[in-house]
């Protein structure tokens, strides 16, 4: 795979090796026509789930990246690695304390040239990653839109993620988020559970992260590729 291809996503399944799918759904997933699979979780990562379905995925043919959430779940093979750090945390470990780190213990081991780093700003309070993170969930559109416009133009983050993680997220907000980036490429997850909410949340994003519905219906999960491949021919032919 081609280092800047993940520049072109527009749609990407993320996939927990800590919940179960079956070979049926890891295949109807892998042959939906996303652009990847991103695999990664805020709780139950491990080295050895990891590598089980890093396994499984690898019978298909399309990107695979490891958002890295553990040290000890850092799987070689993937396609690339992608660095969360959350611009609205309360805690500096989750932005740099623990990347600081890593590269001590593991510096010389690094494949520089595979990472992608992200500034994440998450907004749903009852969320995983927002209690592990102690992030600050009260902000408003403008507040959130500094945060963004503070990780492109001043740390040049090429990705800005707006996390909702398993609600739906305010699209105003995000759209506001948008307008502000200019080299840095929006990814948006949360809540996307069938076509509908996916066109609506790819008409404010550059990139949609598709990951409960998964899990919960998937034949629903797959209606997303379609909306977003749809919503991209409209785009290309305007």
């Given at each position: 795979m081609q280092r800047q291809n993940w520049q072109n996503w527009r749609h990407v399944f993320k996939l927990d090796p800590d919940r179960i799918l079956t070979d049926e759904a890891l295949e109807a997933v892998c042959l939906s026509g996303s652009d990847a699979i991103m695999v990664g979780g805020s709780s139950g990562v491990t080295y050895?789930?990891?590598?089980?379905?890093?396994?499984?995925?690898?019978?298909?043919?399309?990107?695979?990246v490891l958002e890295v959430s553990?040290?000890?779940?850092?799987?070689?093979?993937?396609?690339?690695?992608?660095?969360?750090?959350?611009?609205?945390?309360?805690?500096?470990?989750?932005?740099?304390?623990?990347h600081a780190r890593a590269v001590e213990r593991f510096g010389y081991m690094?494949?520089?040239?595979m990472l992608v780093p992200e500034g994440y700003i998450v907004l749903n309070p009852d969320s995983t990653v927002a209690r592990i993170t102690s992030a600050d969930t009260r902000l408003e559109a403008a507040q959130a839109a500094a945060y963004a416009e503070v990780a492109?133009?001043?740390?040049?983050l090429p990705i800005v993620y707006v996390e909702y993680s398993g609600t739906f997220g305010d699209l105003e907000l995000v759209a506001d988020v948008r307008r502000s980036l200019g080299e840095a490429r929006l990814f948006y997850g949360g809540g996307i559970a069938d076509a509908e909410s996916a066109r609506r949340a790819a008409a404010v994003s550059d990139t949609i992260v598709v990951g409960n519905?998964?899990?919960?219906?998937?034949?629903?999960?797959?209606?997303?590729?379609?909306?977003?491949?749809?919503?991209?021919?409209?785009?290309?032919?305007?």
């Open positions: 050895d789930n990891t590598v089980d379905l890093l396994s499984r995925i690898r019978q298909y043919e399309l990107p695979c553990a040290l000890e779940a850092v799987v070689p093979g993937f396609d690339l690695y992608l660095i969360p750090m959350v611009l609205n945390t309360g805690q500096s470990d989750w932005l740099i304390g623990q690094i494949p520089w040239d492109d133009k001043l740390l040049r519905a998964v899990y919960t219906d998937l034949d629903r999960a797959l209606e997303t590729v379609k909306a977003v491949q749809e919503r991209r021919m409209i785009n290309e032919e305007v």
